[in-house]
């Protein structure tokens, strides 16, 4: 029998109009957006459905929205195969906390308080710092890591063979660019992001949500959950609290993340949430696995309909 593992989507993926066909097409996604909408005092499904993009990118909106949309299609996937089972989950940076939060690790409140919250604290943090990341795309870790070493920045997001990202200061990502080039990267291309995400121009936001962490329940997740840190399961609430604190200046070390589930042998995966950037990095990490999506009704049904 098929062992599956469920994929949540990070900061990134976010589009106006992610979530509506969930809110007007189920009274179960119309429900939760409301409940999150009262959780936090503000109306973020208008932001998820309407932005305007700008409003929605801000990293404090983004994140709680992609967590939400991700959530949503979580819980209507739930209702549809009754025999749907997922023996472990795993998320992008901002989806390791849904993650947690499907496994049982936090409540949906305090899930999306707390991505919420760190939002905030990471946009304060690039406020504070001239940061940047790129993607280098045609260049192995090895060498990517020589290009970090000679130019003082970081490995922030290694997601497939051939895709890696790096973070650190806007000058030096500038050079760190033009060094991967001249190593052979076929591309080398600046993100339009905030700041300098994974990396430690993030340190100033990690005792702060420690903080906010210490005051939420965490318990140990019923399914495994794998963390970006380690590539290995997360084990009980203090380690939880400690690797989400770490993981704010760690690489996001996702390719190592899915392989250890393919050696468990996990063999299909489904991606939740806006995008299918996942699946893509699934396909360039193993090709045999199963790769599913729910970022829509649409995409709900297909799922569904494959179990």
């Known amino acids: 029998m098929s062992k599956t593992a469920l994929l949540f989507v990070g900061q990134g993926a976010q589009e106006v109009g992610m979530g509506r066909s969930f809110y007007e097409g189920s009274a179960t996604g119309k429900g939760w957006f409301e409940r999150a909408n009262k959780c936090?005092?503000?109306?973020?499904?208008?932001i998820c459905f309407q932005g305007p993009e700008p409003e929605l990118t801000k990293t404090e909106n983004a994140?709680?929205?992609?967590?939400?949309?991700?959530?949503?299609?979580?819980?209507?996937?739930?209702?549809?195969?009754?025999?749907?089972?997922?023996?472990?989950?795993?998320?992008?940076?901002?989806?390791?906390?849904?993650?947690?939060?499907?496994?049982?690790?936090?409540?949906?409140e305090d899930g999306l308080r707390v991505v919420r919250q760190r939002g905030r604290l990471m946009q304060a943090a690039c406020d504070r710092t001239q940061g940047a990341m790129a993607a280098v795309i045609g260049l192995?870790?090895?060498?990517?890591?020589?290009?970090?070493?000679?130019?003082?920045?970081?490995?922030?997001?290694?997601?497939?063979?051939?895709?890696?990202?790096?973070?650190?200061?806007?000058?030096?990502?500038?050079?760190?660019?033009?060094?991967?080039?001249?190593?052979?990267?076929?591309?080398?291309?600046?993100?339009?992001?905030?700041?300098?995400?994974?990396?430690?121009?993030?340190?100033?936001?990690?005792?702060?949500?420690a903080d906010v962490l210490s005051k939420m329940d965490v318990r140990s997740p019923k399914v495994q959950v794998v963390s970006n840190v380690t590539a290995q399961p997360h084990g009980g609430p203090e380690q939880i609290r400690k690797l989400l604190v770490d993981q704010m200046v760690s690489p996001v070390r996702w390719e190592a993340s899915i392989r250890y589930l393919l050696a468990q042998g996990f063999t299909r995966f489904i991606e939740l949430g806006p995008g299918t950037t996942l699946s893509g990095f699934m396909k360039r990490i193993d090709k045999t696995a199963q790769i599913l999506n729910v970022a829509d009704m649409g995409s709900l049904e297909l799922t569904a309909k494959a179990f």
């Open 40 to 46: 936090l005092g503000y109306d973020l499904a208008q």
């Open 63 to 108: 994140q709680p929205a992609i967590f939400l949309v991700a959530w949503v299609a979580f819980e209507l996937l739930k209702e549809k195969p009754p025999t749907l089972r997922f023996d472990a989950a795993a998320g992008l940076s901002l989806g390791e906390f849904t993650a947690l939060t499907a496994a049982g690790a936090l409540s949906f």
């Open 140 to 209: 192995d870790e090895k060498a990517t890591r020589e290009v970090c070493k000679e130019t003082g920045v970081e490995l922030a997001n290694l997601n497939c063979p051939g895709q890696i990202v790096i973070s650190g200061a806007t000058e030096k990502i500038t050079q760190a660019c033009d060094a991967a080039k001249a190593k052979g990267a076929r591309k080398a291309v600046p993100l339009q992001v905030a700041g300098a995400y994974h990396s430690k121009l993030m340190a100033s936001a990690q005792e702060p949500l």
